[in-house]
């Protein structure tokens, strides 16, 4: 099965507004190469479970496809037409189960020295989808914002030095009623721009109180949810002959139904936290990764005009000798290494942050919480410079977005 | 392979490459006092006599599994490698950029590293290599015993890494010492089947074990150590890789091989996103690496006559590409996983000496058979001149 053979009827098992959009494009379709297309109905094939970002992405590409001549195909497409797949690939049912195809595609490109090839077809692809697209401009400022170490006590080494260099570092913030100041701040945009999946509140612990408008994600509230991912985990890899890739392919198939997390009132949102835990890397086990793992995610597909992470600290990583000696305990936290992870990860969402439109213009606040350092990012601040004035966090991100 | 996540201007690979070889380079000539290589290629330092040879011990580290240079030779990063630095590079030719080319898989990309091939094996399955390994030459082309040749490897993936099809009963002997006290503790907790068990790539799977891997009973006939005594320095020990280094120096006090491979790993636990977890292994391969060079100056086998190789298989994402996830992984394909480093120090090597001529992984098993007197025909790589 090339694209060429494809037919509307081929997209009876999408969901509806997938099965309309692709029928409708259905000409353009079948212009693409094999070892492009499945990748873009692996986007296409949740159209219907996508946060409104996606779905205009989606959109916009399907546009900007149909709007191209026979030789613009040629000029865009030539590089992925000339990779070389196997017919093992083709017969795979890359219409209803791209996400499998990609994973052999993945493996077979490795295999055959052609990985290179394809992302720098990935890449020029990406550029010139880019430059056609429309540019639409944001009502606010964009705003990240990261609280690291909580619980820490107190922490001698430097912290925030990859952020320092792009904003101010304050370093005797008033720490009193932070969280609280930043998540009245936060509100008061979500109450000004109220757009869906706008503004979001990511919290590696329990959430704190917060107001209705923010779209959350909580480790604690998942804690069921991952815990019958493990569980299932363990019994596939106990099945015989049982192998990573099919893991993978087990885990990809999972319906939000399957972990209990259909009890929620928005598809949209538990099908994104199901991927968290299904398709991240560690998620499962560490607050913290999972913390940044969310924030990527959210950045990446929903483009919040807000992001608050909160990261909370994870356990800690038993040594050998421990494991030996005490295997069953119940594991403690590890609040130290839980502020460097989190440090890094504060770093991670900037840096995720900076590749979403509007990126010269948006702001970034990271604070050790409970404590008196910070950094602020936003147009207006000096980089790489240090201030120790007394400001709140209030009086912070009132800098930061100025 | 994410379509959407590969989308962004990038510089070219080979222009990233050289960047990071020239800042390794500037780096570790200004820090330890090195000499630029070109200036001194000219008459070998090896004792080609065969009798020199014949005593010629060779130790091969992979430091795993994948570091990036922010954390470790850019400025940032020395705080993270102090006995590379202070004690290994001065000692050392270093090169600054060591291209993998191949499949970046902690399994497949080692066994390209041993076989000079680069190689398209299942990363996650317990097969052998499709060609000869280093072992396998050496002992063939050499005549040595099995005792002559081992591994210490970190997973039960690299089982199979001794030999290929080419050399039947002529590969390594590979010990897998995490398998190992597996074994000897069976019957224990879950959390501790999980370390033991624990490859960091895929961390729920285990491949069959199958092949010549060093059982529990030998431990005690080649190693003189009873299963409790190394149950009781297993407890000792905070980490797989220090088991491994505990293990590599009784079989370097005992046996004495030749042709000595370790496979570190616990720098791998980055995939499970926790930096600071990554960056304390990182901290501990670079001390393990000194206690093994350290070892070899003072065990009467080793000292004096021994070369170590030190290069990590390959590295890391880097942060700025969006494909991937930064420390986390090497799935992108990028300059930064791709390009790594390797020293090598002892017989027959220039102490201080930095070379920015590229080389590739796959080189590394010509220059070794350079080095030792075999020929390792099925290679596609080439002796590093200057190691020769």
Redesign the interface.
């Known amino acids: 099965m090339v694209p060429r053979d494809l037919s509307a009827e081929q997209f009876a098992g999408y969901p509806p507004q997938a099965r309309k959009l692709a029928v409708a494009n259905l000409a353009v379709l079948q212009k693409l190469p094999l070892s ?1 297309l499945p ?2 109905l ?2 296409l094939i949740d159209y219907d479970y996508k946060f409104p970002v996606e779905r205009a992405a989606i959109e916009n590409e399907l546009t900007t496809l149909n709007s191209l001549s026979p030789a613009q195909i040629d000029a865009w497409f030539g590089p992925f037409a000339a990779l070389s797949l196997s017919p093992k690939l083709e017969q795979l049912d890359w219409i209803n189960q791209p996400a499998e195809f ?1 994973e052999q ?3 077979h ?5 052609q ?2 090839a ?2 720098a077809a ?2 020029a ?3 010139r ?2 430059a056609a697209a429309p540019v639409t401009p944001i009502p606010i400022r964009r705003l990240g914002i990261a609280v690291i170490g909580r619980g820490v006590e107190s922490y001698d080494a430097p912290l925030f ?1 990859n952020l320092r260099k792009h904003g101010t570092w304050f370093t005797q913030v008033k720490s009193e009623n932070g969280l609280e100041l930043l998540l009245r701040g936060v509100e008061a945009r979500a109450l000004a721009h109220p757009l869906p999946y706008g503004h979001w509140y990511v919290d590696g612990g329990q959430l704190a109180d917060h107001n209705q408008l923010l779209t959350c994600v909580s480790y604690s509230a998942l804690e069921p949810v991952r815990s019958a991912l493990l569980a299932f ?2 019994r596939q ?1 106990q099945r015989p002959g ?4 099919e ?1 993978r392919s087990n885990l990809a198939r999972l319906s939000p139904g399957d972990l209990g997390l259909d009890k929620t009132e928005d598809d949209v949102l538990g099908r994104f936290q199901l991927k968290l835990l299904t398709e ?4 499962q ?2 607050s ?2 999972f913390a ?2 969310t924030a ?1 995610e959210a950045l ?1 597909r929903a483009q919040p005009l807000t992001l608050v992470v909160r990261f909370a600290p ?1 356990q800690r ?5 421990e ?3 005490n ?2 305990a119940n594991p403690e936290l ?1 609040f ?3 502020l ?2 989190a ?3 504060a ?2 969402q900037w ?1 995720n942050q900076e ?1 979403l439109p509007g990126a010269e213009q948006s702001s970034f606040l990271a604070w050790f919480e409970g404590h008196n350092q910070a950094v602020a990012i936003g147009p207006t601040l000096p980089r790489g410079t240090e201030s120790n004035s007394p400001f709140d966090l209030g009086k912070l991100l009132s800098l930061a977005l100025s | ?10 510089v070219s ?1 080979r222009e990233v490459a050289n960047r990071l070889s020239c800042s390794r380079r500037d780096f570790v000539r200004t820090a330890a006092g090195l000499t630029l290589g070109s200036a001194l290629m000219g008459a070998s330092p090896f004792v080609r006599a065969e009798a020199a040879r014949r005593k010629r011990k060779v130790i091969v580290i992979t430091f795993g599994g994948g570091a990036r240079d922010q954390e470790t030779f850019a400025p ?1 990063g020395q705080e993270n490698i102090p006995h590379l630095l202070q004690e290994l590079i001065p000692q050392s030719s270093f090169f600054t950029q060591v291209t993998n ?1 191949g ?2 898989g902690h399994y497949v990309a080692t066994a390209s590293l041993a076989t000079g091939v ?1 190689e ?1 094996l ?1 990363n ?2 317990a097969v052998p290599p499709d060609h000869p390994t280093v072992f396998e030459y050496f002992r063939k082309d050499l005549r040595r015993p099995a005792s002559d040749a081992w591994v210490v490897a970190p997973s039960n993936g690299f089982n199979r890494i001794g030999e290929s099809s080419y050399g039947r009963g002529m590969g390594a002997t590979v010990v897998l010492p995490k398998r190992l006290l597996s074994v000897a ?1 069976s019957g ?5 089947e999980h ?1 033991l068990h624990d490859n960091y790539e ?1 961390p ?4 069959q074990l199958e092949g010549s891997e060093f059982e529990l009973q030998q431990l005690e006939t080649i190693l003189q150590l009873s299963v409790d005594d190394f ?1 009781k320095h ?7 890789d ?2 491994s280094v505990y293990i590599a120096k009784r079989l370097m006090r005992l046996q004495a091989p030749s042709l000595l491979w370790i496979t570190m790993h616990d720098i791998d ?1 980055a ?7 990554y ?1 304390e292994g990182i901290r501990r391969t670079d001390r393990l690496c000194a206690e093994l060079w350290n070892a070899a100056q003072v065990e009467p086998e080793y000292a004096g006559n021994t070369t170590l190789m030190i290069l990590p298989d390959f590295g890391r994402d880097a ?2 590409d ?2 991937g ?5 090497h799935r ?3 300059a930064a996983s791709r390009t790594t480093w390797m020293m090598a120090l002892g017989a027959g090597t220039r102490a201080g000496v930095v070379y920015d001529q590229p080389v590739q992984s796959i080189d590394i098993v010509p220059s070794l058979g350079a080095m030792l007197g075999f020929s390792p025909a099925q290679s596609q790589g080439k002796a590093i001149r200057e190691l020769l």
Do not use: C
Request: charged share 20%; net charge negative; hydrophobic share 30%.
């Open positions: 492009f990748g873009f692996h986007e990609l595609e993945s493996a490109l490795w295999t055959t020295g990985q290179d394809f992302r990935a890449t692809y990406g550029s989808l880019r030095r985990m363990q890899i049982m192998g990573p890739e893991l991240g890397s560690g998620t086990i560490f913290t990764t940044q793992w990527r990446r994870r990583q038993r040594p050998m000798n494991l030996l000696s295997g069953g590890d130290v290494g839980s460097i992870d440090d890094m990860g770093y991670y840096i590749r | 392979m994410d379509r959407n996540r590969s989308f962004r201007d990038v690979a940032e080319r499949i970046l680069y398209t299942n996650f399955s503790t224990t907790t879950t959390d501790y370390l895929t729920l799977y285990t491949p149950i297993a407890r000792t020990l905070s980490s797989p220090e088991l636990i995939h499970s996103g926790a930096y600071s977890l960056i942060d700025e969006s494909g996830n930064g420390f986390q992984h992108t394909g990028d």
